[in-house]
Every structure is written in structure tokens, then in C-alpha cells.
């Protein structure tokens, strides 16, 4: 059956929501989500997650930088809430393609090749949040790494690190413990930060449920980190 097919017998709002879902071009998904989808789509939704809670927490920012931001395609949701978001990875293919994706969407996101450990990041962010990065730095890079990551970031801004939990390491798949070289926990995470901000506060995440309950039971450790050291 066609669209318009379809469509037949529809008048007022849903006449008009109908033709509203005919222009729409179906989503193309970056690289790393399609892999992300294809190989665990169970996992799809739990990462995007972590996002909506950046979003939500970074609600009323009017610049945020990502840090490993990947193919950038969860941009989108954090462009829900902060106006212009700004995505480094050290990966000059899914920059490409994030900044291409951007162009084609029309997204208030831009895109840029960047390694946080060499040195700071160059810009001036109200945000700067990093999703799943830490956790494949080298330990002996790690306070170099957060501080090039802090670098940027307003005096009243807000830093957000995501990153699993070392508890969940004994279930995680061979690929995922070989890239695991610095996994945390509640207290090693806030202590990375602790010396840049006044506060360190450690949420708990299993699936998409965000929580404050007992940390060594999460699968995820997310930190927010405000009151800027300088």
C-alpha cells in the first residue's frame, strides 16, 4: 500500500500529522551507532540515555563541548536543551561524518579533530562532558587528560565524565575489557576530578535508570562536577 494510500480518508490534525510523516526522509545512523545497533541493539537505547541526563542536567548551558564525541550522532539530544554543541574525537572518519550529518540535518553542532591528552583544548564552553573516554586513557595520561578537558570550561561551568563501572568489569565482553585500561569507581572517579572543582557528585546508572543507589551494584558511574578550581 502507498503513502498516499494511506493518507486517504484523513482530514485536520491528523491530515496534517500524516503529510508531516510523508516529507520526513528516514534517519541515517553514523558509524558507530549503526555498529552499535546492529551488534547489541539493547545497548542503543542505554547510551542514549546517558545523554538525555546530560541534557537534562545541562539544561539552560548555552555551549557544550563533548570530548570523544565519536560519529556525534547523539548530538541531537543534547542540542535539545544546550543551543550549540561543539564534538572532538580523534577519529578523522567519524568527525567526517558527524560534521556531515550536521550539515545535513541542519544541527546547531559543529565538529572538530581533537586528542584531549596531548594538550588543552582551545574554546570557551559553558559545558564540556565526556561519555565513556576515560575509561581508555592510559592511568599515567589520566590527570593530564582531565585537565586538557577542563581547560575550556567557563568559571561557572559544569564538567560531566561517564564511564563504567570497574565492579561491571568481571561481565564485560573480551573487546570491551582490552580497551578498558583505566575503569573506575565512585571514589577513584571523584578523585580524578576533585582536584579541579569545589564539588564531585557520583551518580549510579544500570541500564537507562540514573540512581544514588549503592555504588559497587551500578554498571555505570556518571560524575558532575561544578565550582571550577582555577
Given at each position: 500500500?502507498?503513502?498516499d494510500?494511506?493518507?486517504?480518508?484523513?482530514?485536520?490534525?491528523e491530515?496534517?500529522?500524516?503529510?508531516?510523516?510523508?516529507?520526513?526522509?528516514?534517519?541515517?545512523?553514523?558509524?558507530?551507532?549503526?555498529?552499535a545497533?546492529?551488534?547489541?541493539p539493547?545497548?542503543?537505547?542505554?547510551?542514549?540515555?546517558?545523554?538525555k541526563?546530560?541534557?537534562?542536567?545541562?539544561?539552560?548551558?548555552?555551549?557544550?563541548?563533548?570530548?570523544?564525541?565519536?560519529?556525534?550522532?547523539?548530538?541531537?539530544?543534547?542540542?535539545?536543551?544546550?543551543?550549540a554543541v561543539?564534538?572532538?574525537?580523534?577519529?578523522?572518519?567519524s568527525?567526517?561524518?558527524?560534521?556531515?550529518?550536521?550539515?545535513r540535518?541542519?544541527?546547531?553542532?559543529?565538529?572538530?579533530?581533537?586528542?584531549?591528552?596531548?594538550?588543552?583544548?582551545?574554546?570557551?564552553y559553558d559545558?564540556?562532558y565526556?561519555?565513556?573516554?576515560?575509561?581508555?586513557?592510559?592511568p599515567?595520561?589520566?590527570?593530564r587528560?582531565?585537565?586538557?578537558i577542563?581547560?575550556?570550561?567557563?568559571?561557572?561551568?559544569?564538567?560531566?565524565?561517564?564511564?563504567?563501572n570497574?565492579?561491571?568489569?568481571?561481565?564485560?565482553?573480551?573487546l570491551?575489557a582490552?580497551?578498558?585500561?583505566?575503569?573506575?569507581?565512585?571514589?577513584?572517579l571523584?578523585?580524578?576530578?576533585?582536584?579541579?572543582?569545589?564539588?564531585?557528585?557520583v551518580?549510579?546508572?544500570n541500564?537507562?535508570?540514573?540512581?544514588?543507589?549503592?555504588?559497587?551494584?551500578?554498571?555505570?558511574?556518571?560524575?558532575?562536577?561544578?565550582?571550577?578550581?582555577?
Amino acid at each position: 500500500m502507498s503513502r498516499d494510500a494511506l493518507g486517504e480518508g484523513l482530514a485536520g490534525p491528523e491530515r496534517e500529522r500524516f503529510e508531516v510523516w510523508q516529507r520526513s526522509e528516514p534517519v541515517v545512523l553514523g558509524p558507530h551507532t549503526s555498529h552499535a545497533w546492529r551488534s547489541d541493539p539493547r545497548r542503543f537505547p542505554i547510551v542514549m540515555a546517558r545523554y538525555k541526563v546530560v541534557a537534562k542536567l545541562l539544561a539552560g548551558k548555552q555551549s557544550a563541548l563533548e570530548i570523544g564525541c565519536g560519529d556525534g550522532f547523539n548530538a541531537r539530544i543534547v542540542l535539545q536543551t544546550v543551543p550549540a554543541v561543539h564534538g572532538v574525537d580523534a577519529d578523522p572518519f567519524s568527525i567526517d561524518w558527524a560534521s556531515e550529518n550536521a550539515r545535513r540535518e541542519g544541527l546547531a553542532a559543529t565538529f572538530g579533530v581533537a586528542d584531549a591528552c596531548p594538550g588543552p583544548l582551545p574554546g570557551r564552553y559553558d559545558a564540556v562532558y565526556s561519555l565513556d573516554v576515560i575509561e581508555h586513557v592510559p592511568p599515567a595520561d589520566e590527570a593530564r587528560f582531565v585537565a586538557n578537558i577542563v581547560a575550556p570550561l567557563a568559571p561557572d561551568g559544569v564538567c560531566i565524565v561517564g564511564t563504567p563501572n570497574v565492579t561491571a568489569s568481571a561481565y564485560a565482553s573480551t573487546l570491551s575489557a582490552e580497551g578498558h585500561i583505566n575503569l573506575k569507581s565512585a571514589e577513584t572517579l571523584r578523585a580524578a576530578l576533585a582536584p579541579h572543582f569545589e564539588n564531585v557528585f557520583v551518580f549510579s546508572m544500570n541500564d537507562e535508570v540514573l540512581h544514588l543507589g549503592f555504588a559497587p551494584m551500578a554498571h555505570y558511574l556518571l560524575a558532575v562536577a561544578t565550582g571550577l578550581r582555577r
